[in-house]
C-alpha cells in the first residue's frame, strides 16, 4: 500500500509547542518519522551572549514554557559557581518553594494534560484550573504568573510576602484535594487504560542509547537517578522525600510517576517552612557595581537541576567581560523528542503520536533553544 | 494504588453536582475584574517630579522597550535631563528591572495590565504618575533593598589621619586597582555629569576605560576636553559629582578621584602618547597667549594640536598660574603640575616667564606680531577688606601667602614669616587653603598652631566644600562663623587682634549685601590677619581706549560666548576674567577660545 505523509502540528491540540513531525503512514500504522524543530527557534543561546548577565533573566524563563524557574535555577546556580559565591541559607529555601511549585505546576499541566490526546477534555481542564491556583500563588510571591524571574544569580529577588506560608499551604490542601479527583479521573480511567497501559514503551536499552533522563529514565531502570538526592543542589538533601521508581516504563507508569511526584513536592514544601531560617539575608552580591556593569570571572561551569522532564544543565563559559561568551543548554527532553520520536514512534499507531509526545514529557523551546 | 475503579464509582460523580464551579462567569470578568496581586509588574508608572531622565531604566532593559523621549516643557538642570522613558508593551517583556536600577526611585510598577488595541503604534507610552492610561492604579511592583540593582556605596580611598597637619604630604591617598575597578562599576554610563561639566568631559567614557582596564584610552577621552588632566583630578570643583545620578539614592561616583587613577597608573610612554595623540601637523599661524593659568593652559594645548604657533606670556617665574601658586601642596602636588605642563610644552607651546604684560610687553605689540591674542591673566590680586587697620603691614592677602608659600614647599625660598597666633577671615575654599598651609608652617615653625578663622556665614552656610571644612576642624583650625569682622585692633605699631560681631542677617530685606550685627563683641587674638575674601583682576594693561570699549562687569570682561571681544575680533578672553574663578571653568573657555581663534585665523 502506498504511503501517506501526515502532519502532526505545528498547529495541533496534541502537539506541545510550535513543533511538527511529519508522519509517514502506512493505514494506522507510522512507517517513518521526521521531527521538524525550528519554528520556536530565537536563537537563545546566541542571544545570551549580547545581553548582561542580569539582563538575561528575562530570556532564559522564555526556554521552557511550563517551567521557567528550573532555568533561572541552572544558570544562577552556574553564574554562582563562576564568581564563587555563597548564596545566603534563606535563599536556598525559598529558591526550593518555588522550585518545587515549578514542579507541582508542570507536572499538573501534563498530568491533566493527558486528557488532550485521549479526548477526555475535563481533565485538562482541571488540570489547567489547579495549575491557575498556582499561579495565583506565584504572582504574590514573584509579581508575574508565568515568567517569574524570581530566581537570580546570588539568591533570590525578594524576599517571601509576609504571609507566604499560609498562602502555600492553603495551596497545597487545595492541591491535595482536587489531585484526588484528578487521578480518579485519568487514573482509574479504563479509557485511559485502555490508551496508554502497555503502550508507548520506553526499555531501558532505550533509555540508555538516547540519555533519556528524568522520569522517563526512573521508571525504565528502576533507579533513582534524580539529581536532588545523587547531586543535592540548594537544601535538597537537608529534606526527606521519595523518588518513584519502576522498572516498566509504560505510558500509564509515567503519568502515575507524575502524580506521585506532585505528592513529593508537597512533602518538600512542607518540611521547607518547618527548616528555614525565619529571617537573613536572601540575595548576595555577584559582582562590584550596578548590574550593567557585573562581571563573572573568567572560566566555565556545567551546572544541573533535576527538572519535570529530567537533567536540565548549563554550559556556561565566562571570559571575564560582563555579558557570558557562550551558553548551552541541555534541554531535559533533547534526547527523546528529537532523536527519541525519529527512531522509536516508527511502529506505533497515528492516534499514539500525540499520546507519544505527551507521556515521554517533551518541551519543544528547549529543543529549539 | 490501585488503578481500577469500584463499580460504583459513577455515582461518585453526582457530589460535584453541589461544588463551586471552577470556570468563572462573564460578568464576573467585566463587572468585577481580578485585582492583581500587590507585588505585580503591571504597567509603568513614571513620576515625572523624582524623574532625572538619566535613561538608565533603558539601559538595562532586556527587549530594547524603553527610549528615552525629549519633553519640550522640561528644562535642562544640574542632574536633570530633559527627557521622560517612553515604553513599547509591544516589546515589554515586564520584567522589572528597570524599577529595580531605576536612580531616582520615580519608576515603579502599577496593577493595571489591560490595554486592548489592533494598532500597533498605540502600543507605545510615556508613563506618568497615574500610569499609562491616566487612570489612577494602585501599587505594584516596587524596588526594594534586596532586588536593588545598584551599588550605592563609595568605595573610599585611604586618607591620612590628623597627623598630617605635620607635613604638606598629599591626604587622600589614590586608589587601587581593585578599588578603581570597583568604584569604575558603579557607573551606569547616563551622561548627566557631562552635561553638566562646564568642559563637557566624556566623563562616562574615560570612567569606562578604566572599568575596561584600558587607561591609555582614558587618557585620550581626558585630553579630548581637558589638558590639565593631573590637576583637575586632584582639585577640580567636581560639578559632576553633584550632578551624579547614583547620588540620587546614594553616594555618587567618584568621578574626580578616578580620574586621578587614569592619571596616576597610565605608564609614562602611554600617557604621552594618548596626550599627545591630537597633536597634528603645523599650519600657518601665531597666537599669544598672556597668562598661563588653566584657561591660558587649556587655550595654548588645543591651538598647539591644531598645529598653530602659540607663545604663552607669564609674569610669574614658572608658569601654571593658580594651579601653580594656588593649590597647596597637601592637596595639588607639585608633580602633578609639572606633568600637566610639560605634556602641553610637548605639544609645541613656548612659554615666556617673568613676562608681564604692560610692563615687560604690551598689548599692541602682541597684536602686531601674532594673529590672535587671548588673555587669561585670571584673577590673581587679592580683594581687600575695607575696615579700620586694613592696611597695616601685617595683612595679608591670600594669593600672595599662598603663591610664597607654594614657592617654600617647592624649596624656592624662605619660610614665609608667620606669626604664633593668626585671623584668617573668608569661609570660601581659598581661605581654607591659605588656614590650614599656616597650619602647617605654624607646627614647622613653633611646633604648635592657632589659627582662628572668621566669616560673615554660618558653618551650614560657608561657599567652602564640606570636607575641607571637617578636615581643618581635625587639624585643630578654631572656628568663628557667623561673626563679622569689625576692625583690627593695632596698639603700639603691633597687631593685637581682629575684633568681630555676631551676624544676624547677611542681606538686608531687598536681598542687597548688608550685614547686621548684634552688638556684643567676640574679639580673636592674633598678629597676623590673613584675608581671603575673594579675588579680582587688574586691568592696567588695557589703553585707554580698550578700557572704554571694554564693558567690566564685577570684575569680569564682557565677551561673546566664544571669549571674542565685540569690537576687537583679535582678541579673545577665557578663565576668571571671563566666568569668575573656577579652574575647570577656565580649562573650557580656553578649550573654546581655542575653537574661535581657529575658526578666527583661518577665516581671515
Redesign the interface.
Same mark, same amino acid.
Given at each position: 500500500m502506498r504511503e501517506v505523509k501526515l502532519f502532526l502540528g505545528p498547529q495541533h491540540p496534541g502537539m506541545h509547542g510550535n513543533y511538527s513531525v511529519h508522519m509517514y503512514v502506512d493505514g494506522d500504522i507510522i512507517k517513518k518519522a521526521r521531527p521538524m524543530p525550528g519554528m520556536l527557534h530565537r536563537g537563545f543561546e546566541k542571544l545570551m551572549e549580547r545581553r548582561t548577565w542580569m539582563g538575561n533573566l528575562a530570556l532564559i524563563p522564555r526556554i521552557c514554557v511550563p517551567e521557567p524557574d528550573t532555568n533561572e535555577m541552572v544558570y544562577a546556580m552556574g553564574i554562582e559557581a563562576l564568581a564563587d559565591i555563597e548564596v545566603p541559607e534563606r535563599a536556598h529555601w525559598i529558591r526550593m518553594i518555588i522550585l518545587e511549585l515549578a514542579r507541582i505546576t508542570s507536572h499538573i499541566m501534563s498530568f491533566g494534560g493527558i486528557g488532550g490526546p485521549t479526548g477526555l477534555y475535563t481533565a485538562t481542564y482541571l488540570g489547567i484550573a489547579l495549575r491557575d491556583e498556582i499561579l495565583d500563588v506565584f504572582e504574590r510571591i514573584t509579581g508575574a504568573r508565568v515568567y517569574h524571574m524570581y530566581i537570580v544569580p546570588g539568591g533570590v529577588r525578594k524576599d517571601l510576602p509576609e504571609n507566604a506560608e499560609e498562602d502555600i499551604e492553603r495551596l497545597m490542601k487545595i492541591i491535595e484535594e482536587r489531585l484526588e479527583e484528578l487521578k480518579e479521573l485519568i487514573l482509574e480511567n479504563p479509557m485511559i487504560h485502555a490508551r496508554i497501559k502497555d503502550n508507548i514503551m520506553l526499555p531501558a536499552e532505550v533509555v540508555w542509547e538516547l540519555g533519556v533522563t528524568g522520569i522517563g529514565m526512573r521508571t525504565a531502570v528502576n533507579k533513582v537517578n534524580d539529581l536532588r538526592k545523587v547531586k543535592p543542589y540548594a537544601r535538597y538533601d537537608q529534606v526527606e522525600f521519595d523518588v518513584p521508581v519502576a522498572s516498566y516504563s509504560d505510558g500509564f507508569t509515567r503519568v502515575k510517576t507524575k502524580y506521585l511526584e506532585i505528592h513529593q513536592s508537597i512533602r518538600i514544601i512542607r518540611q521547607v517552612f518547618k527548616k528555614m531560617p525565619k529571617e537573613g539575608s536572601v540575595r548576595a552580591q555577584i559582582s562590584t557595581g550596578n548590574a550593567l556593569k557585573w562581571k563573572v570571572p573568567a572560566g566555565q561551569v556545567y551546572t544541573a537541576v533535576e527538572s519535570t522532564r529530567g537533567e536540565y544543565g548549563y554550559f556556561i563559559v565566562s571570559d571575564g567581560k560582563k555579558m557570558p561568551y557562550r551558553i548551552a543548554v541541555r534541554g531535559a527532553s533533547f534526547p527523546q523528542g528529537l532523536l527519541g520520536i525519529e527512531k522509536y514512534l516508527v511502529g506505533h499507531r497515528i492516534d499514539d503520536a500525540s499520546l507519544w509526545m505527551d507521556t515521554m514529557g517533551v518541551c519543544s523551546p528547549e529543543i529549539d533553544r | 494504588?490501585?488503578?481500577?475503579?469500584s463499580i460504583f464509582?459513577p455515582i461518585?460523580t453526582w457530589k460535584n453536582l453541589f461544588k463551586e464551579p471552577?470556570?468563572v462567569s462573564n460578568y464576573d470578568v467585566f463587572e468585577s475584574p481580578r485585582e492583581?496581586?500587590?507585588?505585580?509588574?503591571g504597567f509603568h508608572v513614571n513620576d515625572w517630579e523624582k524623574c532625572v531622565g538619566c535613561g538608565?531604566c533603558g539601559?538595562?532593559c532586556?527587549?530594547n522597550a524603553i527610549e528615552m523621549f525629549e519633553i519640550e516643557s522640561l528644562e535642562q538642570d544640574v542632574g536633570h535631563e530633559p527627557e521622560r522613558p517612553s515604553f513599547d508593551y509591544g516589546r515589554c517583556?515586564? !520584567?522589572?528591572?528597570c524599577v529595580?536600577?531605576c536612580t531616582s526611585d520615580s519608576l515603579n510598577?502599577s496593577k493595571e495590565y489591560v490595554h486592548i488595541s489592533t494598532d500597533y503604534n498605540s502600543m507605545k507610552f510615556i508613563p506618568k504618575e497615574n500610569g499609562i492610561h491616566g487612570i489612577e492604579f494602585k501599587d505594584?511592583?516596587k524596588r526594594?533593598d534586596?532586588?536593588d540593582?545598584?551599588?550605592l556605596g563609595r568605595?573610599e580611598m585611604k586618607h591620612e589621619g590628623v597627623e598630617r597637619k605635620t607635613s604638606f604630604i598629599e591626604i587622600v591617598k589614590g586608589f587601587s586597582r581593585e578599588m578603581a575597578?570597583?568604584e569604575?562599576?558603579? !557607573?551606569?554610563?547616563c551622561g548627566v555629569c557631562t552635561a553638566t561639566c562646564p568642559a563637557q568631559m566624556n566623563i562616562p567614557e574615560y570612567i569606562n576605560s578604566v572599568?575596561e582596564g584600558n587607561l591609555k584610552e582614558g587618557i585620550e577621552w581626558i585630553y579630548k576636553t581637558n589638558p590639565l588632566a593631573n590637576v583637575c583630578g586632584r582639585i577640580c570643583t567636581h560639578k559632576c559629582e553633584d550632578a551624579c545620578v547614583i547620588g540620587n539614592r546614594g553616594e555618587s561616583v567618584a568621578i574626580r578621584w578616578l580620574k586621578r587613577y587614569i592619571v596616576d597608573n597610565t605608564p609614562e610612554d602611554e600617557y604621552e602618547e594618548a596626550a599627545l595623540s591630537y597633536v597634528t601637523e603645523k599650519v600657518n599661524g601665531k597666537v599669544a597667549i598672556v597668562g598661563s593659568g588653566p584657561s591660558g593652559l587649556s587655550c595654548a594645548y588645543y591651538l598647539s594640536t591644531l598645529g598653530y604657533e602659540v607663545d604663552i606670556f607669564e609674569k610669574n617665574d614658572l608658569p601654571g598660574g593658580v594651579i601653580r601658586y594656588g593649590g597647596p601642596e597637601y592637596r595639588l602636588p607639585e608633580e602633578s603640575v609639572v606633568k600637566d605642563i610639560e605634556m602641553i610644552e610637548k605639544s609645541g607651546a613656548n612659554f615666556h616667564c617673568n613676562t608681564m604684560l604692560g610692563e615687560d610687553i604690551q598689548l599692541d605689540e602682541l597684536k602686531e606680531k601674532y594673529d590672535s591674542v587671548f588673555l587669561g591673566v585670571g584673577f590673581s590680586y587679592s580683594r581687600s577688606l575695607p575696615i579700620p587697620g586694613h592696611d597695616h603691614e601685617d595683612v595679608i592677602g591670600a594669593i600672595k601667602f599662598l603663591g610664597e608659600a607654594s614657592d617654600y614647599t617647592r624649596g624656592m625660598r624662605e619660610m614665609p614669616d608667620i606669626a604664633e597666633k593668626i585671623a584668617v577671615i573668608g569661609g570660601g575654599n581659598v581661605a581654607f587653603d591659605v588656614a590650614r598651609t599656616l597650619v602647617r608652617l605654624q607646627f614647622e615653625k613653633y611646633g604648635e598652631t592657632s589659627v582662628s578663622m572668621a566669616a560673615l556665614e554660618s558653618r551650614d552656610e560657608l561657599p567652602a566644600d564640606l570636607e575641607e571644612i571637617e578636615e581643618g576642624e581635625e587639624e585643630g583650625l578654631l572656628f568663628n562663623f557667623g561673626y563679622g569682622p569689625q576692625s583690627i585692633k593695632i596698639e603700639d605699631g603691633k597687631i593685637k587682634g581682629l575684633s568681630t560681631k555676631k551676624v544676624i542677617s547677611i542681606f538686608d530685606d531687598d536681598g542687597n549685601f548688608n550685614p547686621s550685627y548684634e552688638e556684643e563683641e567676640n574679639f580673636i587674638e592674633a598678629t597676623q590677619v590673613y584675608i581671603a575674601i575673594g579675588q579680582m583682576a587688574k586691568y592696567d594693561f588695557l589703553s585707554e581706549e580698550m578700557k572704554d570699549n571694554i564693558e567690566i562687569v564685577r570684575g569680569q570682561v564682557q565677551v561673546k560666548e566664544n571669549g571674542q571681544f565685540e569690537k576687537y575680533p583679535w582678541l579673545f578672553a577665557g578663565g576668571d576674567i571671563m566666568r569668575g574663578p573656577d579652574i575647570i571653568n577656565g580649562v573650557e573657555t580656553g578649550h573654546n577660545a581655542a575653537k574661535a581663534i581657529d575658526e578666527y585665523i583661518r577665516s581671515n
Open positions: - | 494504588m490501585d488503578d481500577k475503579k464509582s461518585r471552577f470556570t492583581a496581586a500587590d507585588n505585580y509588574r538608565t539601559e538595562i532586556p527587549t517583556s515586564f !520584567c522589572g528591572l529595580d536600577i510598577m505594584g511592583y526594594d534586596v532586588s540593582l545598584l551599588d568605595y575597578l570597583a569604575s562599576s558603579r !557607573c551606569v554610563e572599568y
